[in-house]
């Protein structure tokens, strides 16, 4: 009687893929909504993403596995740019912060000791800042992402970007420049 080995049934398979990405999806999610810039678009990544982790778990051989997905995510994000660049470039900025209705956004949530009007004023620098990443070219937006909020080394967003370090630098310093620019435009707006 012939045996079937664990992977031929998919059962190693999937204990890998939930051991490697599922720790990660948050990270992954996080920098589809940013390159995406929607809701819907980015979970539509992410879907795809974890498909294509999943398709090629057997490629990866250890190491950085949050770098691994994230760069997944990211080529995931070009290549449905390609088929959906007229509806990406087209997508309105508005104040959607992701929120359903009825949500309690945490931003709103504030300290005893903190009053009302400081926790206000956090939250309206929040969105500010959050608007202003928005409007940054992708190049920019992705580098900006990975290191300030998904607190990235240098050569790890270089792995996930493909690029050289010295380029992971030079974007990281033009994008931050870029922003603090364009919070200034937003809040000389009426």
């Not at 088929?83 to 959607?96: C, E, T, Y």
Request: glycine content about 6%.
């Amino acid at each position: 009687m012939e045996r079937k080995s664990p992977e031929a049934d998919g059962s190693t398979a999937v204990g890998r893929f939930e051991s490697v990405v599922i720790p990660h999806i948050d990270s992954a999610y996080n920098l589809a909504r940013w390159l995406t810039r929607n809701e819907h678009d980015a979970q539509d990544v992410l879907q795809e993403a974890c498909l294509r982790a999943f398709r090629f778990l057997g490629t990866f051989h250890g190491g950085n596995e949050r770098a691994w997905l994230l760069a997944i995510v990211r080529n995931t994000f070009y290549s449905w740019l390609l088929k959906n660049r007229s509806q990406a470039l087209n997508v309105p900025l508005a104040d959607d912060d992701g929120l359903a209705d009825g949500d309690v956004d945490p931003g709103w949530e504030w300290n005893d000791g903190e009053d009302a009007l400081r926790g206000l004023e956090r939250e309206e620098a929040r969105l500010c800042v959050g608007q202003a990443l928005d409007q940054l070219p992708v190049e920019f937006r992705e580098i900006l992402v990975l290191r300030e909020l998904e607190e990235m080394s240098y050569r790890e967003i270089a792995k996930v970007a493909q690029i050289p370090i010295g380029t992971v630098m030079s974007r990281l310093s033009r994008g931050r420049k870029l922003l603090v620019q364009a919070v200034k435009r937003k809040r000389q707006e009426p």
